[in-house]
């Protein structure tokens, strides 16, 4: 009879489906039996992400920079950019005991993962000065090691693949005029992620 085929296959096929749903569970490990451990990260392995930033996001840096990093300081005051195809950049330059306002026009270029700006005009206290005059005087100011001032072409050199990386390095990848935003990578090793764990004293 027809029927009774239909019902053995049925039959045998729910058979096969409940051997497989043993077997499947037979196979999982028992709670005495030790999972598999992952391979901790090799020493010294850095993580990396590709991080885009827009001019609110620069400026901001700009303002830790200048408060955190001394060696930056002894030559700023304050920076401010805006970004387009040409930017300016209004600068606080400190000469001696004073803070000299500078307004100039830089053209950004990325370069092996490092920031070119070519200076096209500037000015001091509303007055145009001679990009040579005035890069004459910025190769005299004590610049960070990592920023290189290139007077014989106008440019001033981020070297930000040199600068030390701790806790984070960073490189430019692009720029993009028509976003108005810079895409850096950043490396960093996982550790910094990490909230360091500091023994409590003990009570006496």
Known sequence: ???????????????AVIAGIGLWFDSLPRRTQQMPVSPAAPAGQTAAVNLTV???????????????????AKVLAYA???????WQVNLGLQLS???VPADVVMIPEVVGGNLRLHMESAEIGSLPVPVDGLFLALKHLPW??????????????LNVTQRP???????????DPGKRALTLRVTLQPKVLLPSHSKSPSSS
């Open 144 to 157: 960070p090691a990592w920023i290189d001032v290139d007077s014989s072409h106008s440019d001033l050199v």
């Open 80 to 86: 401010r950019v805006q970004m387009d195809t040409q």
């Open 165 to 175: 990386a701790n806790p984070y390095g960073v490189s430019v990848l692009d720029y």
């Open 97 to 99: 005991d004073r803070v």
């Open 1 to 15: 009879m027809v029927w009774k085929k239909a019902f053995l296959l049925l039959f045998s096929f729910n058979l």
């Open 54 to 72: 827009d001019q609110d996001a620069v400026n901001t840096y700009l303002t830790y920079a200048l408060s955190e990093q001394p060696d930056l």
